[in-house]
């Protein structure tokens, strides 16, 4: 089992950044692969990133490719997304995900631990 939150969200303007972490605790966190998704109103969850286990490889959507960098830190079981040049069109709630043993993964599905979520809204 492990429990995740995240935190970093928050309001921005068009074309400004922000950095999410996301914390672990429970099982030893290199177990996991780690991923964010997001979450816009009235829409379907939708992958934005993911991260390998040793954090070597790294996969992301094509809306947020170039724009947004994940990484992760297993000596303190966090994972970040740091989000560059943010459009209105990344407002959503930002989940990161845990899946025990796997490799890349972008599908819902394969995760088995969520977090809460955390509110990123862009302004125009």
């Known amino acids: 089992q492990v429990q995740l939150v995240e935190s970093g969200g928050g309001l921005v303007q068009a074309g400004g950044s922000l950095r999410l972490s996301c914390a672990a605790s429970?099982?030893?966190?290199?177990?996991?692969?780690m991923g964010w998704f997001r979450q816009a109103p009235g829409k379907e969850r939708d992958f934005v990133a993911t991260?390998?286990?040793?954090?070597?490889?790294?996969s992301y959507a094509d809306s947020v490719k170039g724009r947004f960098t994940i990484s992760r830190d297993n000596a303190k079981n966090t994972v970040y997304l740091q989000m560059n040049s943010l459009k209105p069109e990344d407002t959503a709630v930002y989940y990161c995900?845990?899946?025990?043993?796997?490799?890349?993964?972008?599908?819902?599905?394969?995760?088995?631990?969520w977090g809460q979520g955390t509110q990123v809204t862009v302004s125009s």
């Open positions: 995900a845990a899946d025990l043993g796997g490799y890349l993964p972008t599908i819902r599905s394969s995760y088995e631990y």
């Open positions: 429970g099982r030893p966190f290199s177990a996991y692969a």
């Open positions: 991260i390998a286990r040793s954090g070597g490889s790294t």
